[in-house]
């Protein structure tokens, strides 16, 4: 079986065991798959993101940076925009790494940074800053971040069921 192959089936195993909350057992799966992962194929910085995502939950948020800072560098050193989901997906989830450390001000700096970078062109961005202001009582500022989201869904995705994320916000702001 080709290495790539391996890789895959290891990453699949390791998803269905992160899906029933078997953290360590996923953990080992994503780290025997890295192993066996070309660094030059297309699935290697989605990979990372996923890897990063489960460490984060699994509480090991120094490897979860890591990872996703490395997703991050992949998909730049293979030409991807900064106002890609691939760019600003692995961005936010390190923000929001700081955020639940309760370092919420390095986490909004860091939020703050990507959308001067290119995030401000994705609903993502703007819903997770929603939040964050939302938070850390910064009502008016989460509203306006509520309603930019809103705006930018629109124009991508047509419909108005994506307000009702906001609904919370949008009242108590």
């Known amino acids: 079986m080709e290495p790539i ?31 066996h992962c070309d660094k030059e194929h297309w699935f290697y910085p989605e990979f990372l993101e996923a890897f990063g ?17 490395m997703c991050e560098e992949e998909h730049l050193k293979r030409g991807e925009d900064e106002t890609s989901n691939e760019i600003i997906l692995p961005r936010l989830g390190i923000a929001e790494i700081h955020i639940n450390l309760g370092h919420k ?24 800053l929603a939040f ?8 008016l500022k ?12 629109k124009k991508q995705r047509d419909t108005t069921t994506y307000e009702t994320k906001f609904t919370h916000i949008l009242k108590n702001s």
């Open 53 to 69: 995502h489960l460490l984060s939950e699994a509480g090991r948020y120094d490897d979860a940076i890591t990872k996703l800072e």
């Open 142 to 153: 989460a509203r306006s971040a509520a309603l930019k989201a809103i705006e930018i869904f």
């Open 132 to 139: 964050v202001y939302f938070e850390t009582r910064e009502k």
């Open 105 to 128: 001000e390095k986490g909004i700096r860091l939020l703050e940074e990507y959308g001067k970078k290119g995030g401000r062109s994705s609903y993502l961005f703007f819903e997770k």
């Open 5 to 35: 192959n391996i890789a895959q089936r290891l990453f699949r195993e390791g998803n269905t065991l992160w899906k029933q909350s078997r953290l360590a057992e996923a953990i080992q799966k994503f780290e025997t798959a890295l192993l």
